[in-house]
């Protein structure tokens, strides 16, 4: 799982190695190069000691007047002169050996006898830096080569090649000077090793200390992980509870529908009979009841009936769109005709309690995709609601117009006893009602609001609730632009 202590140990470590290695290197070249500078400054002081030696007396001769071949210098006396000369000069100093060059490399002069009277091959760069004016130097370790005071092994040199000028300030000659830094080499070498072992100590410090601090951050992390793991394996545990309680629940809910629906279609079929025999009786079809009492009763069966029947052709309906059963029967519906349907249907009944009713539908409505039977539903529930809770001498208006945007728009609006805010949401539900069962004047189940609801929204539309107590109550239904199939081109827009 978590590998953090290790890629800390082995990265951290890596990098604290590396960074050990790289300080010390740089040090460790620092030094070398300050001990380069120092001993070619010295040099060159060292070389201007010489020169005032020996170059007013031997600068001919090394210029011009000498021969050009070694043993003919080797034997020239000059050159023990200038060796007494260079030797006493440098007695008890770093200076371990001097040559004198031509400007052309050919040395005149080697505190090294085998090396006079040649042309100098390497070092090229050097000699030409100095022959500008511009003294070099070079740092190297010797293990073997003849020094003034005779032969040297395992020496760090610092070789400068420095020019000699003239009388006139010309550069004539060219000297170069071993001198040896073995032992400021050795200080950098044992300064090297102490800061070697300082770093690696307060790095490994430091590398424990944060290694503690690591160590202790993966065991948080990992019993938070741990933590994590087991409130996931909750989560998911309780997830999977509420999706089988959410299943169960839907299935409930269906065998509720299935139900419903079954008892709603058995409970119909005896009803229609004693609809249908009720009716027969109050007619007195095959002759006469004899007290007219019988006549009251057969009229009392068939208007109770009519109620359950009515009732429980709701009851089938919600159930049917609670399973997702609802079948729509569509087609291009002339709203004018069946508004007008409607408001005629109920129009004696609003009489009879004193009520007028308005219908208010412009010439030009358009066609309304959507189910005939299903639309007359929505208004007869939405009319006799309007009829039921508006007192006499009211008023209720039936109304249809197109939105700019293209909605269709339908309302019924009544001066009725209105709802009280609180009730507005809660009476969109089914069997809900704002006066208790026990308390009602008026006849009614609870579910005309939310079957109307609900087949508003089985045609896209929506239904909103206006409302104020004492004063009126307004229903309205928007539907979306495709619900209205326009077929006149020059249909002007209505705002009812
Ligand atoms: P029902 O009319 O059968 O009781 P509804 O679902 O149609 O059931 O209405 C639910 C309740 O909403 C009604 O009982 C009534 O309290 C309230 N209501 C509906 N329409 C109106 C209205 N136009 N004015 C005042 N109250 C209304």
Redesign the pocket.
Known sequence: MFRLLRYYSVASGLALLVVVVVLVAIYRQASLASIVETVESENVAMSQALANAIWPKFSDYVTVGAPEDGDALRARPETLEIHAAAKSLVAGLSVVKIKIYRLNGLSIYSSDPSQIGKIQSYNKASIASARRGVPASEFRFRPEFNGINGPLSDRHIVGSYIPVRGKSGKIEAIFELYSDATNRVEVVSSDVKWLSIGLVWAFGLLYGVLFIIVRRADKIIKSQYADLRHEIGNRLSAQQRLQRALEEAEHANKSKSDFLAHMSHELRTPLNSILGFSETMDQEVFGKLGDKKYVEYAKDIHRSGSHLLQLIN?VLDVSKVEAGAMEMNESNVDLNDTMKECAALMKDEAKKVGIKLNLSVPKYLPEFRGDDLRLKQIFL??L???I???PTGGEITLEAGLEESGSLKIA?A?T????EAE?LQR??L??????DHMN?K???????????KALTELHGGKLS?E?EFGV??K?TLRFPPERAIITQPELPLIHP
Request: hydrophobic letters at 40%; aromatic letters at 4%.
């Open positions: 709701e529930n939405l006799s609601n309007a039921k809770f508006t019924v009544d009725g006893i209105g709802i009730d009476i969109l089914p069997f809900e009602q704002v006066e009602r008026t006849p009614g189940t609870g579910l005309g609001l939310a079957l109307t609730l409302s009126g109550t229903v």
